[in-house]
Every structure is written in C-alpha cells, then in structure tokens.
C-alpha cells in the first residue's frame, strides 16, 4: 500500500490542525491504520491507531483529548486531528499501515509507511 500524507504547516500555538493521508493500493478498507510523529532528536512516537472499519481506536494517554483519529474508508483517507497545538508538537507527522490484525503501538507493527508531513508550531 502507498501512503501519502498531508496538511502539515506552520501554525500557531492553538490552533487546530487535521492531518490526511491518502492511501492507493492494497484494499485500505481492511487495513488497520496509524499515525505517528518524529520530532528532531527524538525516537518515532506512536499516536494513533484505528481498526479498518473505523469502530476501534486507541490513542494513548499522552495525546488523548488532544488528538483524534478517523478514516473515510470511501475515499481511502485517514485523517489526523489535532487540538490545541503546542511547540513541543512540531514534528514530522507519518501515517502508517498495519498488516496485523491487533490494535498494535509499535513502530516494528508497521509495515507500510508514508513521506511524512511536517507540522510546525510557533510560540
């Protein structure tokens, strides 16, 4: 499956931002679905998962109440809301897929992943 995320900018501490992600390829319908972020320095942090018919979601607590995730199985779309945005959300923003069949957190779950978006948050 090819991924390609977008929405990524500079945006003010916040400001609301949705992050998408296209996907073509391999049925996106019954694939599980994820995002993560990478800040400079800093190890790839998990965010988000959503099942492939959208019923379960997990995000962890970090992000929860903050962030939310949803998918448009019609239009092969997965988004990424994000509330409230603060400067220590400046990262790049990944969507990624899963081929397992668990609501699974870890970078090594994904075996598909897409460019990376940047989002950038000023003071």
């Known amino acids: 499956v090819q991924l390609q995320a977008s929405g990524g900018g500079l945006v003010q501490t916040g400001d609301s931002l949705t992050l998408s992600c296209k996907a073509s390829?391999?049925?996106?319908?019954?694939?599980?679905m994820g995002w993560f972020r990478q800040a400079p320095g800093k190890e790839r942090e998990f965010l988000a998962f959503?099942?492939?018919?959208?019923?379960?979601?997990y995000l962890p607590e970090s992000v929860r109440g903050r962030f939310d995730i949803s998918r448009d199985n019609a239009k092969n779309m997965l988004y990424l809301q994000i509330d409230s945005l603060r400067p220590e959300d400046t990262a790049v923003y990944y969507c990624a897929a899963s081929t397992s069949s668990k609501v699974v957190a870890r970078v090594r779950d994904y075996d598909y992943w897409g460019q990376g978006t940047v989002v950038t948050v000023s003071s």
């Open positions: 959503i099942s492939w018919g959208g019923t379960t979601t």
């Open positions: 390829g391999r049925a996106f319908s019954t694939t599980n």
